[in-house]
C-alpha cells in the first residue's frame, strides 16, 4: 500500500533501473513534493538544493552527485549569499547562482593551482 501511494505521488514507476539510485531520487521527489512545499521557499540557492542534488545524481552517478549534495547542503546558509561574487556564479531569481557543472569535484581537483610560500627572511 505504501508503495502504491509513493508512486502514485510521483506520477509512476520509476524509469531508473539501479535500486540504489531509485532510494535516492525517490526520497529526493518525496521530500520535493511533500516537505518542500510546507517549509516554503528558504534555498539560499537557485537550483534549489533539492534540484541540485537531483540534476547532481542524474549526471555524475550516485557517487559524486551523493558527495556534490553533501558540499552544497553544507554550504547552505544564510552567509552564503556574503561569496556570491567570489565563490559563485552571481545572482540568478535573486538567489545565489550555484550550477550543478561548477562543483563537479574531480573537475576541480584537476585544476592547477599556485602555490606560493613568502621565502623566510
Not at 599556485?114 to 621565502?119: A, S, V
Amino acid at each position: 500500500m505504501t508503495v502504491l501511494l509513493i508512486l502514485l505521488i510521483l506520477g509512476g514507476p520509476p524509469k531508473e533501473t539501479n535500486p540504489v539510485k531509485i532510494v535516492f531520487t525517490t526520497t529526493i521527489k518525496l521530500y520535493q513534493k511533500i516537505v518542500s512545499p510546507a517549509q516554503g521557499d528558504v534555498c539560499n540557492f537557485s537550483p534549489s538544493c533539492s534540484h541540485f542534488a537531483s540534476n547532481a545524481i542524474e549526471k555524475y552517478g550516485i557517487f559524486w552527485g551523493t558527495l556534490m549534495s553533501a558540499d552544497r547542503l553544507m554550504r547552505c546558509n544564510p552567509s552564503a549569499i556574503d561569496y556570491y561574487d567570489t565563490f559563485y556564479s552571481g545572482i540568478k531569481d535573486n538567489k545565489v547562482y550555484d550550477p550543478v557543472e561548477n562543483n563537479y569535484l574531480p573537475k576541480q581537483i584537476n585544476k592547477p593551482f599556485e602555490l606560493y610560500i613568502e621565502p623566510i627572511k
